[in-house]
């Protein structure tokens, strides 16, 4: 069964420094992965996701996500943070390489400090 | 990129009674949605996924008979929560997917409180 690991909980960075969150996921063939950004009472929004192709991959808002299949990670990155970034970020693992039956992760809250 | 919305945003009933949560595309056509359930900083979990015209398909441990699903068009598909106890209060989060089911739009979730 696959499943995905967001070893972080909790993340808080000061405004322009950089930041990376981690995701481990296991799965037995080649993954679909996603990156979701969640803000409250807004709708979960796709940062980026990796198919095939390239391992570096660049989402909306100035991020980007490196996989790396012997690490089995795909950490989510940004090089300057932004004070509208505090959210709550969720990496997920498509089945069969599609979108759908996604795993979560158990997600990592950013906080910035100014 | 695509608009997916939920309706209502928030609801609390009684217990006993029952809710339907509607999950709409607003600009494309839906072929699968998607229902999920989130618990308080916790993450989503899948509960079911249908296809237009046809029975959700239910994941392990979800009762079919608690949480009806219908997906009667390609723009709308329902979630009613039958007989709701306490237990069943969560945020419960749509997604809908084209054809090509590469990537899920998510609506915004509905905070469901049973008293």
């Known amino acids: 069964a696959q499943s995905v690991t967001q070893p972080d909980i909790h993340i808080t960075v000061s405004e322009g420094a950089s930041l990376e969150l981690r995701c481990n996921y296991s799965y037995g063939a080649t993954p679909y992965l996603f990156w979701y950004v969640q803000s409250p009472g807004q709708g979960l929004q796709l940062l980026l996701k990796y198919f095939s192709g390239d391992t570096l991959v660049q989402g909306i808002k100035g991020f980007e996500a490196e996989f790396k299949r012997s690490q089995s990670s795909f950490n989510l990155r940004k090089p300057s943070v932004h004070w509208s970034d505090a959210a709550e970020y969720f990496c997920?693992?498509?089945?069969?390489?599609?979108?759908?039956?996604?795993?979560f992760g158990t997600g990592t809250r950013l906080q910035v400090t100014l | 990129g695509a608009v997916v919305s939920q309706h209502p945003s928030w609801v609390i009933c009684k217990s006993g009674t029952s809710v339907k949560i509607e999950c709409r595309s607003l600009d494309f056509q839906a072929t699968t949605m998607f229902w999920y359930r989130q618990f308080p900083k916790q993450s989503l979990m899948l509960m079911a996924t249908s296809n237009e015209g046809s029975k959700a398909t239910y994941e392990q441990g979800v009762e079919k008979d608690k949480f009806l699903i219908n997906h009667a068009s390609l723009t709308l598909s329902t979630l009613t929560v039958t007989s709701a106890h306490p237990e069943d209060s969560s945020f419960y989060i749509c997604?809908?997917?084209?054809?090509?089911?590469?990537?899920?739009?998510f609506g915004p979730g509905t905070r469901l409180t049973v008293l």
């Open positions: 997604s809908a997917a084209g054809r090509r089911l590469n990537e899920q739009f």
């Open positions: 997920a693992v498509g089945n069969t390489g599609t979108a759908s039956k996604l795993t």
